[in-house]
């Protein structure tokens, strides 16, 4: 069994730290939150292509985790693939004993760096998870028998923030449906709109990660001219202490204030573990260890 | 209908540059009504081509014709004669139709006067926006009338994806999310029921081009299976 499934399971409030696969093969940057932070982290997320801009490969990067000593948490989009690359992937990480799985349906292509390729989508995030339930169960999703099944611990991506929120609902009910172990929230600055959230969603027997992240000072800009256009919210609170800080500082500010939100959500139990995106720099996850406490 | 939109005229003036004397043939249908490649267009594509190469001082002879359908055998069949008179000829119908046409016995080269964009429909004079990717299987049914497929860029079949802010997809922000906007259909309609289940995979299968229909009625003539 994964860590972070046994920490999950345990209650023991799994930390999962971002790092970024380069734009290259040069790991340093990639691998250096590994030795500074391992004893602290569950699992270390790994984006697969993330905003669509092309990236070392998730899978090979999950790996490089792996023998470095960590535990990966491999985000996988259907972006990029059709089913038989999603299976095969699928299969690889279940050989090399890449358990914990992100399945998420992923940016679209023309908001990356490749704007011209073509957008995949032959399964959606609820189709994804499906199939790697029917790799667990031993047959691909044509029907036909493996010889050895994989095993997974499926992880999927919901949004407290949701506006309508009904058919946001909906696909988490699918989602539920179709086999999901944990899900992972879109970052949470506004813990009252996690609070509400939680009500809503009721008692769950699945466990999920609240993100806490660190906000880009381009990002807190837009917020303070009311231009903020993501999934979640800034609350003022937190537009008033980052803006008009140079951008480094609004990085070491809000790595504070993400460790102060990733406390809070441990303390009010507001969810079952984090899942941290700190720019995959180390110096960041440090920070936002540090204020958190941890 | 099939919405397409005429090429820069540069690309279709060196396109044809060799040919001295080129025949601009019109569609009467889809692109007539979507104002690319019907009657006037050709009168105005056949104008611009004898002013420019009037200019270079070239000589040249540019013929127009029109039909009604250049998907359809019946109406362009006459054309393998009309072409005779010509070295070039420039379609103005969409991509199907330009096939069909270079098809014919004794046709000249073919070229293109269009992009073909989509199947879509005419929402006011000018505006035209598209419906349907020809996906061999229609899930209007089940999702409200509109369609996943296409009003989701991403094709997504069990729900919305993460990126929709406020109902506007995350691809274009002045679109609506398709997801967002079958739900309340639905939920409007008192049929949500009708999403509830999780829609398997899509049958790409299917749509394996180049994809062929023959008519319930007519398959004993073309000797396919029933
Ligand atoms: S589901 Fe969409 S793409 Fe498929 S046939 Fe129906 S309208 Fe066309
Ligand atoms: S926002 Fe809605 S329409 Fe846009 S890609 Fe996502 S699900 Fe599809």
């Not at chain 1, 969810?271 to 941290?276: E, L, Q, S």
């Amino acid at each position: 069994m994964s860590k972070l499934k046994e920490a999950l399971a345990g209650g023991k409030f799994p930390i999962v730290m971002e790092i970024n696969p380069p734009k290259g093969v040069d790991l340093k940057g990639m691998l250096a939150p590994l030795q500074g932070l391992n004893g602290q982290v569950t699992a270390f997320g790994i984006p697969d292509n993330e905003h669509a801009k092309m990236k070392l490969s998730a899978l090979a990067a999950a790996r490089l985790v792996q023998e470095a000593g960590a535990e990966p948490l491999l985000l996988m989009t259907c972006r990029d693939r059709n089913r038989l690359a999603l299976e095969s992937d699928l299969l690889g990480a279940g050989a090399l004993g890449l358990e914990n799985i992100l399945a998420l349906s992923g940016d679209f292509v023309s908001l990356g760096d490749h704007p011209d390729a073509k957008p995949v989508y032959d399964a959606d995030s609820v189709q994804l998870l499906q199939i790697a339930r029917g790799l667990m169960a031993g047959h691909d999703s044509a029907g036909l028998p493996l010889k050895g099944s994989p095993q997974f611990c499926l992880g999927a991506v919901l949004i407290p923030e949701a506006d309508p929120m009904a058919p946001q609902l909906l696909k988490i009910k699918k989602k539920l449906e179709a086999g999901v172990d944990f899900f992972i929230s879109a970052p949470i600055f506004d813990l009252e709109k996690l609070r509400q959230f939680k009500k809503l969603l009721g008692p769950q027997e699945v466990k999920f990660l609240a993100c806490v992240k660190v906000p880009k000072a381009e990002e807190v800009e837009q917020a303070a001219q009311g231009q903020h256009r993501k999934v979640y919210s800034l609350p003022p609170e937190v537009v008033q202490e980052l803006a008009g800080n140079d951008p480094e500082e609004v990085l070491l500010k809000g790595a504070a204030l993400a460790g102060r939100l990733l406390r809070q959500i441990r303390e009010e139990k507001l969810a079952d573990g984090v899942y941290v995106k700190a720019k995959g720099k180390v110096e960041l996850m440090a920070k936002v260890l540090e204020a958190a406490g941890a | 209908m099939i919405i397409a939109e005429r090429k820069p005229f540069a690309e279709i003036k060196d396109a044809v540059a060799p040919y001295e004397k080129v025949l601009v043939v019109g569609c009467g249908t889809c692109v007539a009504v979507c104002l690319a490649g019907g009657e006037k267009e050709v009168g105005l594509l056949a104008s611009q081509l004898k002013l420019a190469r009037g200019q270079n001082g070239k000589a040249s002879q540019i013929g127009e014709i029109t039909v009604e359908r250049q998907c359809d055998l019946e109406f362009i069949r006459p054309l393998s004669e009309t072409v005779a008179a010509y070295d070039a000829v420039i379609s103005t119908a969409c991509g199907a139709g330009v096939q069909f046409l270079a098809a014919l016995p004794e046709m000249k080269p073919v070229f293109p006067a269009l992009n073909t964009t989509f199947i879509g429909v005419n929402e006011e004079a000018g505006f035209y926006t598209e419906r349907c990717r020809a996906c061999h299987q229609c899930y209007l049914g089940l999702t409200g009338g509109i369609c996943p497929r296409t009003m989701c860029p991403k094709g997504l079949l069990n729900g919305p994806c993460g990126g929709n802010i406020r109902g506007k997809c995350e691809v274009n922000p002045d679109r609506a999310c398709a997801w967002c906007e079958i739900y309340a259909k639905l939920e409007g309609e008192g049929r949500l029921g009708l999403i509830e289940a999780i829609l398997p995979l899509h049958a790409h299968g299917r749509s394996t081009t180049p994809g062929t229909v023959i008519h319930p009625a007519y398959k004993r003539r073309y000797g396919a299976h029933e």
